[in-house]
């Protein structure tokens, strides 16, 4: 499964120093991360359904960070690449269980 595999890839990789500070969504960075594993988590144990608000706060989240990662330099731009790619994956697996 691909989620799987991106989400284990960005827990390894971890956030940047230079991430201290940064708002991405309107949301600190490290509290961003945050929310996003914990929506990872819960759709892999399958103990969440990514509903319209759910979908709606990602899509934004994912727009948030591709304008991030367009302005960042290196750390912080390959950091919402990465978590911007897990962002995208949540998405496609939610929409598959509802096709």
């Known amino acids: 499964m691909q989620l799987s595999r991106l989400w284990r ?5 971890g956030c940047p120093s ?6 991405i969504a309107g949301t600190d960075a490290r509290a961003l ?7 990872v988590s819960a759709l ?9 608000r759910i979908e709606r706060r ?3 989240i994912s727009s948030a960070l591709a ?3 367009a302005d960042a330099e290196a750390p912080v ?9 897990l962002v995208s994956a949540v998405l496609i697996e939610s929409r598959g269980g509802r096709a």
């Open 18 to 23: 230079e991430l201290a500070g940064v708002e």
């Open 33 to 39: 991360d945050a929310e996003i594993t914990a929506c």
């Open 67 to 69: 304008d991030k990662q």
């Open 9 to 13: 890839e960005h827990l390894e990789a």
């Open 77 to 85: 731009a390959q950091y919402c690449e990465r978590l911007n790619k």
């Open 58 to 60: 990602l899509t934004e």
């Open 44 to 52: 892999l144990t399958k103990t969440m359904r990514v509903d319209g």
